[in-house]
């Protein structure tokens, strides 16, 4: 298969975008797949691999509340994959200003379930991380999102 690699320059980061030939043509479709990325790590999100040409790939603003800013993001389409591409320690989800615990979850529980309505059916959110779930509170977080916005949630590295 013949790809195209396009690099694509983010708030003064690159980020490798590989497009296979097929999906390059396929610019006028609507995307569902959306791939957020927090500043504090969009150095280390690079390259995020594979993606097609109708993919979004959204860095977060420095300040506001990331649950919220990403809620407006997502009220722009239905989305079948929502990755997301932060810090996390385990039990634990990082951006820049704001800790999600399973202790404070419920701060940001009206908008996580908010997300529920711009998500397809049989969702995915993915969590790109080595350590979220390394122990049982991290667990207990996916189960909470997933509770809240029912996706299926996901952790990968």
Same mark, same amino acid.
């Given at each position: 298969?013949?790809?195209?690699?396009?690099?694509?320059?983010?708030?003064?980061?690159?980020?490798?975008?590989?497009? %296979? @030939?097929? %999906?390059?043509?396929?610019?006028?479709?609507?995307?569902?797949?959306?791939?957020?990325?927090?500043? #504090?790590?969009?150095?280390?999100?690079?390259?995020?691999?594979?993606?097609?040409?109708?993919? @979004?790939?959204?860095?977060?603003?420095?300040?506001?509340?990331?649950?919220?800013?990403?809620?407006?993001?997502?009220?722009?389409?239905?989305?079948?994959?929502?990755?997301?591409? #932060?810090?996390?320690?385990?039990?634990?989800?990082?951006?820049? @200003?704001?800790?999600?615990? %399973?202790?404070?979850?419920?701060?940001?529980?009206?908008?996580?379930?908010?997300?529920?309505?711009?998500?397809?059916?049989?969702?995915?959110?993915?969590?790109?991380?080595?350590?979220? %779930?390394?122990?049982?509170?991290?667990?207990?977080?996916?189960?909470?999102?997933?509770? #809240?916005?029912?996706?299926?949630?996901?952790?990968?590295?």
């Amino acid at each position: 298969m013949k790809t195209l690699n396009n690099l694509l320059f983010v708030a003064g980061v690159s980020i490798l975008v590989l497009l %296979t @030939e097929a %999906t390059a043509c396929a610019m006028g479709q609507q995307s569902s797949r959306i791939f957020i990325v927090d500043r #504090l790590v969009q150095d280390a999100a690079g390259n995020i691999g594979n993606t097609n040409a109708t993919d @979004e790939i959204f860095i977060l603003p420095d300040t506001g509340n990331p649950i919220s800013i990403i809620l407006e993001k997502l009220k722009q389409k239905n989305w079948s994959e929502v990755h997301l591409f #932060l810090l996390t320690k385990p039990g634990s989800m990082i951006f820049d @200003e704001l800790t999600i615990l %399973t202790d404070n979850i419920e701060d940001n529980s009206s908008y996580f379930r908010e997300w529920r309505k711009y998500l397809s059916p049989g969702a995915k959110i993915i969590i790109h991380s080595e350590t979220l %779930t390394s122990i049982p509170e991290g667990s207990s977080l996916v189960e909470k999102i997933t509770e #809240l916005t029912g996706a299926t949630v996901l952790v990968q590295n």
